[in-house]
């Protein structure tokens, strides 16, 4: 999918503040020497970071999201659907809790996903 992939770099190189804090945590495997990637293509969505070794999505929202709670929710069903766990958190709360975010997404990679009811997909967290 050349046109996804295309603006997943288009996203990459303009980045929120939030999210270039982030990464800054997240790159280089600073994290238990896991491979985060940011802005990359699963299941024709882009995700903000994702973590495919521990089947770990991290989506930052800023203030539009709050009128896109539906849209947010069914593409997390999706990404669930696929085996992933969605870690949401809010921008302030990333450049402001920067410690309190990471040891979330910490405690996180180390919880092993819970069995989903009745087949649909990955944990919820």
């Known amino acids: 999918m050349p046109g996804i992939r295309q603006f997943a770099r288009t996203l990459r ?33 882009i995700a903000d970071f994702a973590c495919v070794e521990a089947r770990l999505v991290i989506e930052l929202d800023g203030g539009q999201h709050a009128d896109a709670r539906e849209y947010d929710l069914r593409r997390t069903e999706i990404l669930e659907g696929a085996g992933y766990r969605v870690l949401r958190f809010w921008n302030h709360d990333v450049l402001l809790k920067t410690d309190d975010v990471l040891a979330e997404i910490f405690r996180q990679v180390l919880t092993p996903p819970q069995p989903s009811p009745a087949g649909r997909g990955g944990g919820r967290s």
């Open 13 to 45: 190189n303009s980045s929120t503040d939030a999210e270039r804090r982030l990464w800054r945590h997240l790159r280089n495997r600073q994290l238990l020497g896991l491979r985060f990637r940011r802005q990359h293509p699963i299941v024709g969505f």
